[in-house]
Nanobody, 119 residues
């Protein structure tokens, strides 16, 4: 059984920073690609940032230069450093990861963490 647990969300003023963490636990052999998504009220879930096992990253245009995704393979953890936050970054942030276990390779979702940016 694999679980993804996000943490680090909260309330922050515009211009501030937050660091989200996504810790994977269970019978994990490796985490392949991983990404952070967000969903604001009334909007579709969108990809914010992604990282593959080699460390190559990809970002949505709206967060380029402000957000940074990274991973610690030894800890099975993916991070999202968010700087210069804007009110439009307010959303529930979800972690997604493609994980190899001893029996299966599939995508998993975390439960989400709320990020609220006050203007």
């Amino acid at each position: 059984q694999v679980q993804l647990v996000e943490s680090g969300g909260g309330l922050v003023q515009a211009g501030g920073s937050l660091r989200l963490s996504c810790a994977a636990s269970g019978n994990i052999l490796s985490i392949n690609a991983a990404g952070w998504y967000r969903q604001a009220p009334g909007k579709q879930r969108e990809l914010v940032a992604a990282i593959i096992r080699s460390g190559v990253t990809n970002y949505a245009d709206s967060v380029k230069g402000r957000f940074s995704i990274s991973r610690d393979n030894a800890k099975n953890t993916v991070y999202l450093q968010m700087n210069s936050l804007k009110s439009e970054d307010t959303a529930v942030y979800y972690c997604n990861a493609n994980i190899d276990t001893t029996t299966v390779s599939r995508n998993y979702w975390g439960q989400g963490t709320q990020v609220t940016v006050s203007s």
